[in-house]
């Protein structure tokens, strides 16, 4: 998609293609509908170089998610966010966390469907690990960074911010904090 033109003066004419030549824009600088245009008024598209972004959704879904409806929350927050994701092409991906483990549900993905078909299937159960959480979330998000080193990456983590469980030794908020800084 183009988002307008621009005059081709200064531009070698060898290395013109024709479907990158703007005819709406180069008859109006040229007041006639004659072929050949001159050099001055010819006019070439002008191409939007939009980034495209990955996101990666990362949801706390352990049981105190689901004590006060916060789960529900989180699920039509990401439900938005997939919605305005599909109109700008960019890619989700999500991370779910609770029940002593941490898992990639969703790899990135543009179809919105698919999405919200794992966001329904979503329930709040058992402790949170919040730390497995985040490094899984880094290390998708790292992967994916090597294959589309372009995109914009943005990790969107919906939680309490409460943690109880992990797999390595140590303090909660110790091991949290030192996940978050990676």
Same mark, same amino acid.
């Given at each position: 998609?183009?988002?307008?033109?621009?005059?081709?003066?200064?531009?070698?004419?060898?290395?013109?293609?024709?479907?990158?030549?703007?005819?709406?824009?180069?008859?109006?600088?040229?007041?006639?509908?004659?072929?050949?245009?001159?050099?001055?008024?010819?006019?070439?598209?002008?191409?939007?170089?939009?980034?495209?972004?990955? &996101?990666?959704?990362?949801?706390?879904?352990?049981?105190?998610?689901?004590?006060?409806?916060?789960?529900?929350?989180?699920?039509?927050? *990401?439900?938005?966010?997939?919605?305005?994701?599909?109109?700008?092409?960019?890619? *989700?991906?999500?991370?779910?966390?609770?029940?002593? =483990?941490?898992?990639?549900?969703?790899?990135?993905?543009?179809? *919105?469907?698919?999405?919200?078909?794992?966001?329904?299937?979503?329930?709040? =159960?058992?402790?949170?690990?919040?730390?497995?959480? &985040?490094?899984?979330?880094?290390?998708?998000?790292?992967?994916?960074?090597?294959?589309?080193?372009?995109?914009?990456? &943005? &990790?969107?983590?919906?939680?309490?911010? =409460?943690?109880?469980?992990?797999?390595?030794?140590?303090?909660?908020? =110790?091991? *949290?904090?030192?996940?978050?800084?990676?």
């Amino acid at each position: 998609k183009h988002s307008g033109s621009f005059a081709a003066k200064n531009t070698d004419y060898k290395q013109i293609q024709a479907e990158n030549i703007d005819i709406p824009a180069t008859i109006r600088e040229s007041g006639n509908y004659i072929i050949p245009f001159t050099k001055d008024e010819l006019r070439l598209k002008k191409y939007n170089n939009k980034k495209h972004a990955a &996101i990666l959704f990362v949801v706390d879904s352990s049981f105190s998610q689901g004590a006060k409806e916060r789960l529900s929350f989180a699920k039509g927050v *990401v439900m938005a966010m997939l919605s305005k994701a599909y109109s700008d092409r960019d890619r *989700v991906g999500m991370v779910v966390f609770g029940d002593k =483990k941490a898992q990639q549900i969703l790899p990135f993905t543009k179809s *919105v469907d698919f999405a919200a078909a794992k966001m329904t299937e979503l329930k709040a =159960k058992g402790n949170t690990p919040l730390s497995m959480g &985040i490094r899984l979330a880094v290390n998708t998000m790292e992967n994916d960074r090597r294959k589309y080193p372009e995109d914009m990456h &943005i &990790i969107v983590l919906l939680t309490d911010g =409460k943690s109880n469980y992990d797999t390595l030794a140590g303090k909660n908020t =110790k091991l *949290v904090v030192n996940a978050a800084e990676q």
